[in-house]
């Protein structure tokens, strides 16, 4: 519809069997680039072909994994088994493989996946979307993620988390994940800068409104950090991570009775589902706000994990600095 006067530009009815659900998104998006002359990167007129997956049931799954890819053990668990499920039912779906590889990675950071084991399944997956489709965007940003978080690999990384946003410029996660290395590497008024674009790509991202919320926690700008957490809880009540970093901001500007708050609607959500990285984030909390049992609990916990699988020596300072136990 033009916005001006109104007048319809183009409209049509489509009548096609759910199977044909994603042909019919990949026809009318061409359509209607045709029939408003949209010019293109490039200068074409055409849409680049996107090696979506023909099953509606796959793609389905793929965006039930990209929901749980950042969340509570058990949420990680399960992004990676609908991942695994999407590709089992499309073995040469690349999305749901560049879905994999920022799932395992994801998970190593977070969770405390044995970092050999999980790098091996992260960069086997991301080759198999980059094989499948050398141009996908999300192919790019997973590999790009590997290089950063496993490799430390920063000029690979951010040409890697560059080439996302070029190719997909429209895809809330590739700019996303771009602001990741920006914020990673002390470039924080850029970071920001992408986050902000990535929730005007997609207003109700829960992950885009954490990470503007991490970057002002980063730069010390706790009050707008408190509303970025905020927002990205009205998103979704049940994110475990709103939680843990709001009650991390309260305890860093010194409202405890906020911060063990928010840190209590925290642990309502990780019962059976607890992680290292969880556990450390919310012993600096306690520790900030004289909860002393608990911090040193916090700690006695990431042990006891630690026994069984890897956690990042990291994550163990955290709460020790907040008791201020600085050697």
């Not at 990167?41 to 039930?64: H, I, M, Q, V, W």
């Not at 509570?72 to 499309?90: G, H, N, V």
């Not at 059976?272 to 900030?288: H, I, K, V």
Request: aromatic share 8%.
């Amino acid at each position: 519809v033009h916005t001006r006067d109104s007048r319809q530009l183009w409209g049509e009815r489509y009548n096609r069997q759910l199977s044909e659900l994603l042909q019919v998104e990949n026809e009318i998006t061409s359509t209607i680039a045709r029939t408003l002359q949209v010019e293109l990167a490039g200068g074409s007129s055409a849409l680049p072909a996107r090696r979506n997956t023909s099953d509606p049931e796959a793609y389905r799954l793929y965006l039930k994994g990209r929901e749980f890819t950042t969340g509570t053990r058990r949420e990680m668990d399960k992004a990676i088994e609908y991942f695994q499920q999407a590709i089992s039912l499309d073995s040469d779906y690349a999305l749901a493989y560049a879905g994999l590889a920022d799932a395992y990675t994801t998970q190593s950071y977070l969770r405390g996946s044995e970092r050999e084991v999980t790098l091996s399944k992260a960069r086997s997956a991301a080759s198999m979307a980059m094989e499948l489709d050398p141009g996908l965007p999300e192919a790019f940003t997973a590999s790009g993620m590997i290089k950063l978080v496993f490799d430390l690999d920063f000029a690979g990384a951010e040409a890697d988390l560059k080439k996302g946003p070029e190719l997909g410029p429209g895809l809330h996660e590739t700019v996303m994940h771009y602001g990741d290395f920006l914020l990673l590497t002390g470039r924080y008024d850029e970071a920001m800068a992408k986050y902000q674009h990535a929730i005007k790509l997609d207003p109700l991202s829960v992950i885009a409104a954490h990470d503007i919320g991490l970057t002002y926690l980063m730069m010390g700008e706790h009050e707008e950090c408190a509303a970025s957490f905020k927002m990205a809880i009205d998103f979704n009540p049940n994110w475990t991570w709103g939680h843990v970093k709001l009650a991390l901001n309260y305890s860093r500007m010194g409202k405890c009775e906020e911060a063990l708050a928010a840190a209590e609607d925290a642990e309502e959500l990780l019962v059976g589902s607890d992680t290292p990285a969880t556990r450390s984030w919310l012993g600096y909390t306690y520790a900030r706000c004289d909860q002393v049992d608990k911090a040193t609990a916090a700690l006695a916990t990431m042990m006891e994990m630690a026994g069984k699988e890897y956690a990042d020596p990291v994550l163990f300072a955290i709460p020790h600095l907040g008791l201020r136990d600085l050697d």
